[in-house]
């Protein structure tokens, strides 16, 4: 019986039924970005997909990808970002979780892997879209999409929009983005297997040597002479993982991914891998459309603001699902408020005249809600918020009657979330044992690992992309040498 638990030694293959340099698990942007980096270098190439076709849950994203440093989007547009400030702010994004060492590579190179994404065929428009957006509904280019502009950040990296989106009209760049990565790792040759389902590893002491594979219900025996590339996504949809590794992410109920289980990071840990803050994840509730919620206050069942409601919706998020009670409230005035879209599951909870009426309609405590907003107000009129650092021009008094409470339920508003711990790797894409040490013949890239988005407080969009993508890249390269 194989199993994902332990690897099958090579005494026991029967027979290799495929034989390749490099055999890449997944056929997401991070196995598609491996396996054209390993042709480039001359391997052959072996890509075994369990669905019947690419995609992953990179196909299910918005195409955005975090780039910095001085992009000529961000030129064109007059923003002088640098490599140091684009490093910095990726080091603050990973908090207490951060890989230097990724975000310091991917600082200097990011510049090189936006060429490197244009020379395989992927478009850009090259325009700025000025405002908040989750993405673009029409081909624009660059957006800020994480807190660059909003405290603590704002004070450690200049900010500067970083957010390039694939030129596509509408929501969902991220198949297009997809597409094009396969057409180009088909046309240098890589032989793709789909329906093909990951089964264990195979190895020759502590070497790495090959993979089972299940296909056409059958156990096929694959041999990698240079190396194993796992690129098979999170662990979202892997209930007895969450429970035992990211118990927090149950608060929440929208799942993404695309049969992300976490057979990658079990593999990985079969064999040795140390799989690493597997307690993060990434969860958002699209409260930014329309943009002038953002103007908005947040607070907790209690009636107490907890987060600068001007930074990005995943941290603003994140932040809400570590509240009390299971759900928050977002206060507007009718200056400000639209309708949420029907997709967020927001609901009306309470009116008034004043906040005090509105704090009596969600059974607070008397002078709690109301002092809130009367601190808030106060300050806001001043132009500064001495509590939590919002800023102008989002910052602004919320005094134009009636006034509204939303509720976002963590169980019935719509929080998306995936996973973001994983495998330890190096930057080259080697997955580490826990004594540190590369284990030989496997490498790994994207949310099978813990990468650049390693913390769900300090997401921003584009991330998990720009680390599949230039990971992926890494390992396969790597892989192939």
Partial sequence: MFSQYKPLAVADVPGWDFETDVAVIGFGATGACAAIEARTSGARVMLFERNSGSGGASALSGGEIYIGGGTDAQKAAGFDDTVE???????????????????????????????????????????????????PTDDSTLIYSGSEQAAPFRYTAKPAPRGHVIQHMGWGGGRPLVDILEARARDLGTEIHIDARAVALIVDGDHVVGVVMRIDNTNRFVKAAKGVVLATGGFVFNEAMRRKYCPDSFRVNSPIGDKDDGVGIELGVSVGGDAIHMDQFFTTCPWTMPESHAYGVFVNVQGQRFINEDCYHGRVSRCAVDQPGGKVYQLLDMAHFEQPMNLAGITIAGTGDTWEEVEAELAMPKGSLSATMALYNEHAREGRDPLFDKQAPILTPLDQAPFVALELNFETSYFSFFTLGGLKTTTDGEVLDRAGQPIAGLYAAGRCTSGLPAWG?????????????????????????
């Fill in 457 to 481: 407080h300090g997401y921003s969009s584009g991330m998990s992309l720009a680390d599949c993508t230039f990971f992926g890249r890494q390992a396969g390269r790597k892989a192939a040498a």
């Fill in 85 to 135: 400030d684009f490093t910095a702010y990726l080091k603050m994004a990973g908090g207490p979780c951060a890989d230097d060492a990724k975000c310091e590579l991917y600082g200097r190179e990011a510049l090189n892997h936006y060429q490197w994404l244009k020379d395989q065929g992927v478009p850009y428009r090259g325009n700025y879209l000025p405002g908040k957006h989750i993405e």
